[in-house]
């Protein structure tokens, strides 16, 4: 059988051709049916049909045979096998073009300042996301503001927009009403070129509005604050989100938090580097940072600036201004507080409204240096004044350097007004503080007071703070440094724990040293003070003390004076009571020592081994010494 309908069309047609010329031979000769029924036609002058009618004007009645059953009226053909219509790998239709109708939230690939700006207003303003992607790059008259509760995902495939015009931001982010958010997600993109004294930030995000930025780079951008980023709403920097090489006249050459409510959230594999400020080389501003992780590298805050990775200024009503759960600070440079700066110099940060910062982990490392600048001067990798609270749950600082003081850490009460005499306060509940230096004293910390006004400086270390390897070359308390500098402020030190080892000073008290006034205190329950070395007190070097306690459970042990083993008298001086004028005769352990006058000194302590130096009582003051061993 033919499965085609042309072929058989054509068939049926020939054959009707054929078969009419015998019916016109039929029809004249009515007679001779029963001849062509057998292969034979009868003539025409044949008798009748049996009922004796002329047919002649008539078509009789005939049975055709099926075509196939007739031999010899066609040619054996060789016929093309045809595919069933079914068979999917056959039968292919082309279309030249195809329209295609747009899913409601997607938008067309755009490749200029027109496109974007039509797609970015067409956006629907009940928060949906639209959906953009460049297919090539854009440059920028003026900024593109994404309000009216529009979010945008700007997938960028790889293209830069260049901002051409002075003065002006690649985006505004919001407006400055309130209720007149916007969302906008950056990924695979880069942002440069944004400029001008008079404006914020390379993007702005104004109150209540998000800025998430995913595997793209803002760089190369020059404002007045916040050279990449200006915010008073919320910025997430995810992985693969770069902000460098940004620049600030006034704070935050990468990022600004212009508002105490704002927040910024850095997550694993962003990165913050290389950006320049007056303060706040790569965070500055008055808002929330968080670090779940990332980077705050190389950046840089200017010869008279703070802060050069971190710089927070005021407070925001007693909430924490810095929180770190991870991720790293490291190789920043500034004046003071090469890492991070908190400064709380104003009235309004008094009390429970302190700059607070809280180090849950992370790492604080190498920073204080940068070769073709002069060096941090205090407080290489942390620095603390005014109303400023910080406390460490766990984390290392590690290898930064100041050229004046606090090599790791420096809390200072500092120039503060006298109506509201500041307290800065340093709680270290578990970390270590190891391998950081100073010029001059504190290697590892130093605190210390104003020399004009009141204010207090009071610092706690834990059990498990361990304070290492701390060097003070030129200086003392390679570890920690305690001064008290006047009689109308105050600083206190209490060690509940700790251990201070392998600690290193070019003068006195390798491992801590305290010059203290009439309001200072240094206690110190437990702990450990091993192996430290400096010229006097390899151990403990103090001077002028009012107050300090020394637990029975503290042990110290093969720490080394190089000034040589000096014994004290068997009496003291005339200006000096004790109870016993035969103290020093008394086995080297668990030691009660009761000083009256000015100067108070309780001590119950065990040294292992037997030192040769164990006190020194100078006319103007008292060094204890753990020396040099026979």
Not at 46 to 59: C, F, H, K, T
Not at 571 to 595: E, Y
Request: aromatic residues 4%; contains cysteine.
């Amino acid at each position: 059988m033919f499965r085609n309908k042309a072929i058989k069309q054509a068939i049926v047609i020939t054959l009707t051709m054929i078969l009419g010329v015998s019916l016109l031979n039929i029809f004249a000769n009515p007679n001779d049916q029963d001849s062509r029924a057998n292969g034979t036609y009868k003539s025409s002058n044949d008798a009748d049909n049996e009922d004796g009618e002329d047919n002649s004007d008539s078509y009789p009645n005939i049975d055709l045979p099926e075509v196939t059953d007739i031999p010899g009226q066609f040619p054996e053909m060789s016929m093309p096998e045809f595919p069933d219509i079914a068979d999917p790998g056959v039968y292919q239709v082309e279309v030249s073009e195809v329209e295609v109708s747009e899913p409601e939230g997607i938008k067309p690939m755009v490749d200029n300042i027109v496109d974007l700006q039509n797609d970015i207003a067409a956006a629907p303003t009940d928060g949906t996301p639209t959906n953009i992607t460049l297919t090539g790059n854009i440059t920028l008259g003026n900024a593109l503001t994404i309000d009216e509760n529009r979010h945008i995902i700007l997938d960028g495939n790889g293209f830069t927009i260049t901002q051409n015009t002075t003065g002006q931001r690649h985006f505004l982010v919001g407006t400055a009403l309130s209720a007149n958010i916007g969302t906008l997600t950056l990924q695979n993109i880069t942002l440069t070129g944004a400029g001008g004294a008079g404006n914020r930030g390379g993007i702005e995000v104004s109150d209540g509005s998000y800025l998430t930025v995913s595997d793209a780079i803002i760089e190369h951008n020059q404002m007045a604050a916040g050279g990449g980023i200006n915010s008073s709403g919320h910025v997430n920097l995810l992985t693969g989100a770069i902000v460098r090489n940004n620049e600030a006249t006034g704070h935050g050459g990468g990022v600004h938090t212009s508002a105490s409510d704002a927040e910024t959230h850095m997550h694993s594999g962003s990165l913050i580097s290389q950006n320049v400020a007056l303060h706040g080389g790569g965070v500055g501003g008055m808002g929330l940072l968080v670090m779940h992780g990332g980077e705050i590298s190389f950046n840089r805050a200017d010869a008279n600036g703070a802060g050069g990775g971190v710089f927070s200024w005021t407070s925001r009503d007693g909430d924490p201004a810095f929180i770190m759960h991870g991720g790293t600070i490291e190789g920043n440079l500034a004046q003071v507080g090469g890492g991070i700066a908190f400064l709380g110099t104003s009235v309004a940060t008094a009390g429970e409204n302190a700059i607070t910062g809280i180090i849950h982990d992370g790492e604080i490392i190498n920073n204080g240096r940068m070769f073709g600048f002069a060096d941090t001067v205090q407080g290489g990798g942390i620095f603390l004044q005014g109303w400023a609270r910080l406390t460490i749950h766990d984390g290392t600082i590690n290898g930064n350097y100041a050229s004046g003081g606090g090599g790791g850490i420096m809390a200072s009460s500092g120039a503060n007004p006298t109506e509201n005499p500041p307290i800065t306060t340093l709680n270290i509940i578990d970390g270590l503080i190891d391998d950081n230096s100073s010029g001059a004293s504190g290697g590892g910390i130093m605190l210390n007071s104003s020399t004009t006004n009141a204010g207090s400086s009071i610092a706690t270390l834990g059990a498990n703070v361990v304070v290492s390897n701390n060097t003070a070359p030129a200086g003392s308390g390679a570890g920690i440094a305690f001064a008290g500098i006047t009689d109308i402020n105050t600083t206190m030190l209490t060690i509940n724990g700790s251990t201070i080892q392998g600690n290193t000073a070019g003068a006195d008290g390798g491992g801590i040293a305290i010059w203290a006034a009439p309001r200072q205190a240094f206690n110190m329950p437990s702990g450990s003070v091993l192996k430290n070395t400096a010229e006097n007190g390899g151990g403990i070097f103090a001077e002028n003390l009012p107050s300090v306690s020394i637990g029975s459970t503290v042990t110290f042990s093969c720490n080394v004076a190089t000034d040589g083993a000096v014994r004290p008298p068997n009496t003291l001086p005339a200006n000096i009571a004790a109870t016993s004028s035969t103290i020093f005769d008394h086995p080297l352990n668990n030691l009660d020592i009761n000083l009256d006058g000015t100067m108070i000194l309780n001590l119950a302590v065990r040294f292992y081994p037997v030192p040769t130096v164990i006190l020194r009582h100078p006319m103007q003051g008292m060094r204890m010494l753990s020396g040099r061993f026979q």
